[in-house]
């Protein structure tokens, strides 16, 4: 593992976890810590592509997950139900360096595109120091791959050895970082006496996985089509194979925390390329007695519909919005400062977000 750079989400106040979390763009995915969201109601009945939760990780495997942003790239097991700054003049851009057929890059092994190594050659001259390759061996499959930039500002890749290797990962982690270049920050999270202590460390990584990322990834998920990649290839595969099961009978339920059941489908329907899919999985989430949850996501929806999201900023605010409206009469949340601190040659921006009872 490489030297982690000290960070993240962090709890004060009624409880304080002291909990670090080395991430760029989002912590521990829910998906891949709980390997499913959808189950046999029965061990002994299976269905294709559903499994029973595996045994909680441990030693620096499970700090590894704790600590790391993952490449939102899970199999149907781990994803089942996705239905659903260094702030200031530097912003990075696919185009602004001129790339020669001689120029092209190699990472992990693999000869990069023109477009490729044109986006890896701008984060490098931002950071001022080469991306770092990193592969793993000892990663389940539906975890592909992450980024961070480590304590001496280096941005470091790492892939799984076995499913993550190809450029469509590398594009999409160089995305993360090149968001990181222009100010997307990290969050530490204080949570006030009188809120539920259900609002915890866990919870908040997984609104970050879901909630937040899918923000981020609208963003450049765009960017990434218009670059001749499929960013969502495997979530829609996921749903697909998830749409075909029913759980009116009782054979299977939902074993995700209700309150993210709309962030599922609130996900999905931002980052999806398949409209007609996204009409597919609303009709499921109605035929299975997901109407409550279908409304909330709507909600969400529109919320960042109405808005820009163009910023870290503006990310923050409608995050901020969408947090409100999901934990209505039980919790608000309010951006108490932004900071900086510094890693190599940038300053990573840090945000804390306070989470305070209703009023």
């Known amino acids: 593992m490489s030297p982690a750079r000290e960070a993240g989400d962090s709890f004060e106040g009624e409880q304080n976890l002291n909990v670090t979390s080395d991430i760029l763009m989002k912590a521990l995915s829910p998906a891949s810590r709980a390997r499913r969201i959808l189950s046999p109601s029965d061990p002994g009945a299976y269905a294709p592509g559903f499994t029973l939760p595996s045994a909680p990780r441990t030693g620096s495997r499970d700090r590894l997950y704790r600590a790391r942003r993952m490449c939102k790239r899970t199999l149907l097991v781990s994803l089942a139900f996705s239905v659903i700054a260094v702030l200031g003049s530097h912003s990075l851009s696919v185009n602004t360096t001129a790339v020669s057929q001689k120029q092209a ?6 000869q990069l595109s023109r477009n490729a190594t044109r986006l890896l050659m701008d984060v490098e001259k931002y950071y001022g120091r080469r991306v770092r390759e ?9 975890y592909r791959g992450e980024a961070e930039v480590i304590s001496d500002g280096t941005p470091v890749i790492r892939l799984n ?8 990962n590398i594009v999409h982690e160089l995305f993360h970082l090149k968001f990181v270049a ?3 920050p990290k969050r530490k999270w204080a949570r006030y006496v009188g809120v539920s202590e259900d609002i915890n460390q866990s919870l908040t990584h997984d609104l970050d996985s879901l909630l937040l990322d899918a923000l981020v990834h609208s963003r450049f998920y765009p960017k990434m089509r218009a670059m001749g990649y499929d960013p969502d290839l495997w979530d829609r595969r996921d749903i697909k194979s998830m749409i075909g099961i ?18 599922h489908f609130f996900k999905f329907y931002l980052e999806s390329s398949d409209r007609a899919l996204v009409a597919q999985l609303e009709r499921w989430s109605v035929s299975n007695n997901l109407e409550s949850a279908l409304d909330v996501a709507k909600k969400l929806i529109g919320i960042v519909e109405q808005s820009k999201i163009d910023t870290p900023q503006q990310q923050l605010e409608v995050y901020i919005q969408c ?3 999901l934990f209505k009469g039980s919790a608000r949340f309010k951006v108490a400062s932004w900071n900086s601190e510094k890693l190599g040659n940038i300053q990573q921006q840090v ?3 306070h989470i ?3 009023k």
């Open 105 to 110: 890059r190699r990472l992990f092994g693999l």
């Open 134 to 142: 990193e592969l793993v061996e000892t990663w389940d499959p539906g």
């Open 161 to 168: 050895s076995h499913t993550g290797r190809n450029e469509t």
């Open 182 to 184: 222009e100010g997307f």
């Open 246 to 263: 029913s759980m009116k009978d009782g054979s299977h339920k939902l074993v995700t925390k209700e309150v993210l059941i709309p962030v």
């Open 323 to 325: 947090l409100d409206t």
């Open 351 to 353: 945000v804390t977000i």
């Open 356 to 358: 305070v009872p209703p």
